[in-house]
């Protein structure tokens, strides 16, 4: 839907001719005339353009002002074909062009009697369908089904059907179409696209005549007071006129029946419809490779968010392992403060905090044992906490769903060097192997806190 000024139109209808306009907002001339007389904008008079080409004098009305401004701004809704993408639109031209080549190649083909080709036996399915049918209230008989062509025809129709759908076959067959059996009915598929359709009877529209009962039920109405008609205005009835149905693309814009006129009937325009099978195929095909297009990009965008989510979570957990180590450092920092402050203590008076001073370096030594380098490294591998940058999109990859992610602690290794193994120890067991607490009788409580165990590789 385009929007445009009723000044804007005005201009446009009167410097070039009203089919031109309209063919750009994707509507027909006299859908456009009518919007124009709808906003009072006053378009050239029939011979206007003839006129002005051959340099006679010609008369343009002037633009009259509106009181209010409600028809100031025009929406026109064109026609969805415009638009459809340009492969679509090249496919009936082609279409078109290997139909007439064909025509000219082989002129017999194109001037077939009226018997046809012989009836293909995919058809047979179809012939037996509609056999058995039995006919509807407006002489109408129906059949559809896995291998059957959908047919809605009157009994007297049914030959001619069945030679048009010959016909059409074999015409759809020069252009590579073949009729293939479906769950659904029987298709025209080309390549990887299958096209459904099916054969019509358009019904023809008359007068009701109101029998005698009907006429008595309207007296009964009026007596009662009731407005209900007593019988329908219309009487449907089979016409022979067929239509050629394609049961694709619905709402884009495309033709989608093919019926006879007033002067052609609907065998003439078999052409047509093999373009039409072509337009519809590329457009099917036009919005397979648009879900293609669009399933791959979410999964591309679901890849992104996954790589995203492993990403913040692995960045989180660095932090929960830095804000322990940071931990420990305000520790010793603080510990370092006491102890300056005892030291500076001389004489008796440092006696007094002479343990307190050696718990302190005792546990300053601990806390440089726990953020060593290596202690560190073993500690961060134990955690899962990955802090190697990998380059390249795939850096950092989702992690499975179930994914046990043990917790974020600095801990105290026993390294046995020869079996290049880290067994994670606790506060007590580190300062016993330090000489730490070389000194401590069984039954002595130091107090120290303790640490989770379990093995790690080097």
């Not at 804007?8 to 509507?27: D, I, N």
């Not at 036996?121 to 509807?136: G, K, V, W």
């Not at 407006?138 to 010959?166: C, D, H, N």
Request: net charge neutral; glycine share 6%; proline share 5%.
């Amino acid at each position: 839907m385009r929007t445009v000024s009723r000044e804007e139109l005005y201009q446009q209808v009167w410097s070039r001719p009203m089919t031109k306009v309209a063919t750009e907002y994707g509507v027909t001339g006299t859908a456009l005339k009518k919007t124009c007389s709808r906003h009072k904008i006053p378009t050239p008079e029939r011979g206007y353009w003839a006129k002005l080409e051959t340099g006679k004098p010609v008369r343009k009305t002037s633009l009259p002002k509106l009181a209010g401004t409600c028809f100031d701004q025009i929406r026109i809704a064109g026609s969805a074909a415009q638009n459809l993408p340009e492969e679509v639109r090249k496919a009936k031209a082609d279409a078109r062009v290997r139909l007439e080549q064909l025509a000219a190649r082989e002129p017999a083909a194109a001037n077939e009697s009226e018997s046809g080709p012989e009836e293909p036996s995919i058809l047979s399915a179809t012939r037996r369908a509609i056999s058995r049918a039995r006919t509807d209230d407006r002489g109408f008989a129906s059949a559809q089904g896995r291998g059957i062509v959908a047919l809605k025809i009157s009994p007297g129709s049914i030959e001619r059907a069945f030679r048009l759908l010959t016909r059409l076959f074999a015409l759809a067959e020069t252009d590579g179409y073949r009729p293939k059996i479906s769950d659904t009915g029987l298709v025209l598929a080309r390549d990887d696209v299958s096209i459904a359709f099916g054969l019509e009877e358009r019904p023809q529209k008359t007068l009701h005549e109101p029998t005698a009962s009907e006429l008595k039920r309207r007296d009964d109405h009026l007596r009662w007071g009731s407005t209900r008609p007593a019988w329908p205005k219309y009487d449907y009835s089979p016409s022979g006129r067929l239509a050629i149905v394609i049961y694709a693309n619905s709402y884009s814009g495309l033709r989608r029946t093919y019926s006879a006129g007033q002067t052609q009937s609907v065998e003439a325009i078999l052409p047509d419809v093999i373009a039409g099978l072509a337009e519809h195929s590329a457009l099917v095909r036009e919005r397979q490779r648009a879900d293609q297009e669009q399933a791959r990009q979410q999964r591309e965008a679901e890849a992104r968010r996954l790589r995203e989510e492993a990403f913040n979570k692995l960045q989180k957990r660095r932090m929960e392992f830095v804000d322990s180590i940071h931990e420990q450092l305000v520790q010793r920092s603080k510990l370092s403060v006491v102890l300056a402050h005892l030291e500076n203590f001389t004489g008796d008076e440092a006696s007094f905090a002479g343990e307190i001073s050696a718990w302190i370096r005792r546990r300053v030594q601990q806390i440089d044992a726990l953020t060593s380098p290596q202690f560190l490294d073993i500690s961060a591998r134990s955690a899962k906490v990955d802090f190697s940058e990998a380059t390249g999109e795939n850096a950092v990859e989702p992690a499975p769903y179930f994914n046990f992610q043990p917790p974020v602690t600095l801990q105290f290794w026993s390294i046995d060097n020869e079996k290049e193994l880290a067994t994670s120890i606790t506060a007590l067991e580190w300062a016993i192997q330090a000489g730490a607490l070389s000194n401590m009788q069984d039954g002595d409580d130091p107090r120290s806190e303790l640490s989770p165990s379990g093995d790690t590789g080097l």
